[in-house]
């Protein structure tokens, strides 16, 4: 009797590693490490000190326009108080002139912060993109 040496008996099958469960094992293990995470995640709100940040550094300000929001709410181009729709038409002209407008905006810690967001939605509205907020350097002991 002859003897087969084909592939065709069971006993010789090549082993096959099975992707989907190990593709469940994984998902499983990345939802159970997200929602560890999450519960780890303290909620509450501290106070805070804005102005003050470890890593202000020195920048030239040559070209900047430079607005200030004092603590009363009244913002300052310059020195020089001027009204929203006056700074909207300013910031507008100078977008419209200048190639790369930069704004810098500097608000007194005890402004509110919704002043300082309406300046920044005004500088937003005529179209500039680079703003920064001046900060000054502070040890963070200070806001404890």
């Known amino acids: 009797m002859p003897v087969k040496l084909g592939r065709d008996s069971p006993a010789q099958t090549e082993a096959r590693i099975e992707i989907i469960p190990l593709i469940d094992i994984m ?3 990345l939802a159970a490490f997200m929602l560890v995470s999450l519960s780890m995640v ?16 020195q920048e030239a300000k040559n070209d900047l ?3 200030s929001v ?4 009244v913002v300052y181009l310059d020195k020089k108080p001027i009204g929203a729709h006056e700074l909207a038409i300013f910031l507008n ?6 190639g790369k407008t930069r704004v810098l905006i500097s608000g007194d810690k005890d402004a509110r912060h919704g002043d300082i967001l309406r300046v920044l939605d005004i500088a937003g509205a005529a179209g500039i993109r680079n703003i920064a907020f001046e900060t000054t350097a502070g040890d963070s002991a200070e806001r404890n």
Do not use: C, E, M, S
């Open 27 to 29: 998902f499983f293990l």
């Open 42 to 57: 303290n909620l509450k709100r501290v106070k805070v000190d804005l102005p003050a940040a470890a890593t202000a550094g």
């Open 65 to 67: 326009i430079n607005l």
């Open 70 to 73: 004092d603590k009363a709410g």
């Open 93 to 98: 002209t100078q977008k419209k002139t200048g």
